[in-house]
T-cell receptor
Framework: AQSVAQPEDQVNVAEGNPLTVKCTYSVSGNPYLFWYVQYPNRGLQFLLK??????LVKGSYGFEAEFNKSQTSFHLKKPSALVSDSALYFCAVRDIDDMRFGAGTRLTVKP | EAQVTQNPRYLITVTGKKLTVTCSQNMNHEYMSWYRQDPGLGLRQIYYSMNVEVTDKGDVPEGYKVSRKEKRNFPLILESPSPNQTSLYFC??????????FGNGTRLTVT
């Protein structure tokens, strides 16, 4: 069965600095990988996904994620963080039938 | 506007009193699912539905029921709620098994 881990509960960055939110996964076949964001009192919003192809995936709000097969990672990145990026971020992996979410990483961007 | 609508947003109830959380989507999506979100555990799938009259258990189905009589609606039913079902619930819809649109959530407290 597949699994996903977000090793950091909390990530703090200063506005304007680059940010990285880490995700590692375990899956038996080829993974489908996803990032979602949850703003306060809202549902999750889809950010981006990797199915196949280019290892660097671009998504909404200037975010991107890099698929690294050898390290089984799918880290979320943004070159320049905004205060409005502060939210809870979830990584997810999908096998043929099942979807698994990580526990989430709270990103705080300070002015 | 593409929407997944959940009601109610907040619900406080007592042990054993049957309740229903409604979910409706306006995108003609075939796939709908229910998740619960608990701190440190991320999202866990309760039930999902591939199409009308087709439902299946997710990872944590105990104590829940669902129905899919129409494509747009996917209510979550708790026949006899217990305190361990206190949680934040999300409905989601998509064209495939990867949830794309989420509702804004229902915060349920069972005392």
């Amino acid at each position: 069965a597949q699994s996903v881990a977000q090793p950091e509960d909390q990530v703090n960055v200063a506005e304007g600095n680059p940010l990285t939110v880490k995700c590692t996964y375990s899956v038996s076949g080829n993974p489908y990988l996803f990032w979602y964001v949850q703003y306060p009192n809202r549902g999750l919003q889809f950010l981006l996904k990797y199915i196949t192809g280019d290892n660097l995936v671009k998504g909404s709000y200037g975010f991107e994620a890099e698929f690294n097969k050898s390290q089984t990672s799918f880290h979320l990145k943004k070159p320049s963080a905004l205060v409005s990026d502060s939210a809870l971020y979830f990584c997810a992996v999908r096998d043929i039938d099942d979807m698994r979410f990580g526990a989430g990483t709270r990103l705080t961007v300070k002015p | 506007e593409a929407q997944v609508t959940q009601n109610p947003r907040y619900l406080i109830t007592v042990t054993g009193k049957k309740l229903t959380v409604t979910c409706s989507q306006n995108m003609n999506h075939e796939y709908m699912s229910w998740y619960r979100q608990d701190p440190g555990l991320g999202l866990r799938q309760i039930y999902y539905s591939m199409n009308v009259e087709v439902t299946d258990k997710g990872d944590v189905p105990e104590g829940y029921k669902v129905s899919r009589k129409e494509k747009r609606n996917f209510p979550l039913i708790l026949e006899s709620p217990s305190p361990n079902q206190t949680s934040l619930y999300f409905c989601a819809s998509s064209l495939d098994r990867s949830p794309l649109h989420f509702g804004n959530g229902t915060r349920l407290t069972v005392t």
